[in-house]
């Protein structure tokens, strides 16, 4: 059976590029132009994934998500902007959101998503059935276990050495879930506002938002020696996570 998709956005040359892209590879493809007309056709319509634009006038693309999350909790959704340069899946969003890519999107790279996204889907969905390991469903339940036995356990938000235990704030983890599972790229200051809070900001803003959160974090990830100073800062553009998992 094939795959139902509805692609949001207000531009029309993007919106029909990649509803011709996605009806090439053979999938049911409906399209609409501002996020309440996407609402409206996500209740009428069974949709397996959508690709939401995040900035658009009136109802916008995270507020798009938040009413998905809500009426249709199966359907996944990849989210377009034209800010940040982020190209991998980013599973650690509060709104739960399948990947994150920057406007305009290269085909391959659009297809790829979406054919990770609908696998992601149909594994959530065997496992509530019954079928297939429960384990391997959930993504965003993640453990991080580093080689002198320091535990990241990114679904509790804790940090384990030996009879040590170290808590995060939910900002806090999702801050390093994105540099871990994103081991040597370097995120902007203000990609990391938009996938750690939520919103878009300035490029000049971004640093100020940024910086006691990145403080705390560090203080926290000191007491583990392998974590410690793995947070790193890449002078005039953001932060990187070097290695050591």
Known sequence: MKSNILVVDDEN????????????????VASASNGQAAIEYLRTHPIDLMIVDLRMPGMDGL??????NQTSPDTEVILLTAHGSTDSAIQALRLRIHDYLTKPAAPAQVIASVKKGLTRRNTKLQAKSGVGEVADVDETIKEFKLKDGTV???SRRQIRFGKKLEHLTPAEGRLLRILMENEGKVFSHRELVL?????????????????PLVSRLRHKLEQFPSLSERVASVR???YVYEGGK
Do not use: F, H
Request: hydrophobic share 40%; charged share 25%; no cysteine.
């Open 236 to 238: 005039g553009t953001g």
């Open 152 to 154: 990241v356990d990114l």
């Open 63 to 68: 507020e798009v998500v938040q009413v998905v």
């Open 13 to 28: 040359v993007a919106r029909q590029s990649l509803t011709d892209i996605l009806k090439l590879e053979g999938y049911n």
């Open 195 to 211: 996938l750690v809070q939520g919103y878009d900001t300035s490029q000049r803003e971004a640093p100020e938002i940024l910086r």
